[in-house]
C-alpha cells in the first residue's frame, strides 16, 4: 500500500532545514543537516499534543541589524556623502519594517506517547494555526473521530465566573491528602 507524503511545512536554517510532511497515519520530519538527513515520524495516533508558541528572542532579529545598519548609515553620511548613508538608512529601514511586518517566529514542542520533541514546524507565529488545523484533521480521521467538535480556544472566550460557595471546613496544613476525604 503505498502512501501519499504532502508537504505541508518548511523550516529553513543555514545549515539545513526542516520539512514536515503529512499522510493519512502519520506526520514525517525531515531534518537536513548540511548534507545528511535524519528522518523522524510521528503516527497520528499516538500524538498527545503539539505545542507552538512565539519565540522570546525573536525581537532580536529587527533590533541587531537595524542598529548596525544604522551605525554604518551615520558613518556613512559623516565621512562619505549623504547619498550613500541614504542607501544604507533605507535597505536598513526596510530591513527592520519586513522583519516586523513578517512578526515573531516560532518554537514549537511535538508530545507524543513515547517522548517528547523540540523540532522547528513553522518560522513564523502567525503560519501556526494553518498548519495545526492539518494536522487536527488528519489525526481525526486517523482515530476515527469525525465529529464536528473542535479544541476549544480558551484565551479570553469567556468573562471569570464566581465560584460555587465552598465548604467552610478547614484542614490543617499537615494533613496528607488521604485524610481529606
Given at each position: 500500500?503505498?502512501?501519499?507524503?504532502?508537504?505541508?511545512?518548511?523550516?529553513?536554517?543555514?545549515?539545513?532545514?526542516?520539512?514536515?510532511?503529512?499522510?493519512?497515519?502519520?506526520?514525517?520530519?525531515?531534518?537536513?543537516?548540511?548534507?545528511?538527513?535524519?528522518?523522524?515520524?510521528?503516527?497520528?495516533?499516538?500524538l498527545e499534543s503539539i505545542v507552538v508558541w512565539p519565540s522570546r528572542a525573536w525581537?532580536?532579529?529587527?533590533?541587531?541589524?537595524?542598529?548596525?545598519?544604522?551605525?554604518?548609515?551615520?558613518?556613512l553620511w559623516h565621512w562619505v556623502n549623504f547619498t550613500s548613508g541614504a542607501i544604507?538608512?533605507?535597505?536598513?529601514?526596510a530591513w527592520v519594517t519586513l522583519e516586523l511586518a513578517l512578526g515573531p517566529t516560532?518554537?514549537?514542542?511535538?508530545?507524543?506517547?513515547?517522548?517528547?520533541?523540540?523540532?522547528?514546524?513553522?518560522?513564523?507565529?502567525?503560519?501556526?494555526?494553518?498548519?495545526?488545523?492539518?494536522?487536527?484533521?488528519?489525526?481525526?480521521?486517523?482515530?476515527?473521530?469525525?465529529?464536528?467538535?473542535?479544541?476549544?480556544?480558551?484565551?479570553?472566550?469567556?468573562?471569570?465566573?464566581?465560584?460555587?460557595?465552598?465548604?467552610?471546613?478547614?484542614?490543617?496544613?499537615?494533613?496528607?491528602?488521604?485524610?481529606?476525604?
Open positions: 500500500m503505498q502512501r501519499a507524503f504532502r508537504k505541508i511545512s518548511r523550516v529553513a536554517s543555514f545549515g539545513g532545514g526542516t520539512k514536515w510532511y503529512l499522510s493519512e497515519d502519520c506526520l514525517l520530519a525531515a531534518k537536513r543537516m548540511m548534507y545528511a538527513v535524519e528522518y523522524r515520524r510521528f503516527y497520528l495516533r499516538d525581537i532580536w532579529r529587527p533590533i541587531i541589524p537595524g542598529a548596525l545598519f544604522g551605525l554604518l548609515d551615520g558613518a544604507v538608512g533605507s535597505v536598513g529601514l516560532a518554537r514549537a514542542r511535538i508530545r507524543t506517547t513515547g517522548a517528547t520533541i523540540d523540532l522547528p514546524l513553522v518560522k513564523r507565529a502567525r503560519r501556526a494555526r494553518k498548519v495545526l488545523e492539518k494536522i487536527d484533521a488528519a489525526v481525526r480521521v486517523a482515530r476515527g473521530d469525525m465529529s464536528e467538535g473542535r479544541a476549544v480556544d480558551i484565551s479570553g472566550s469567556q468573562p471569570a465566573q464566581p465560584s460555587a460557595p465552598s465548604s467552610s471546613k478547614t484542614v490543617p496544613a499537615g494533613t496528607p491528602v488521604e485524610d481529606l476525604t
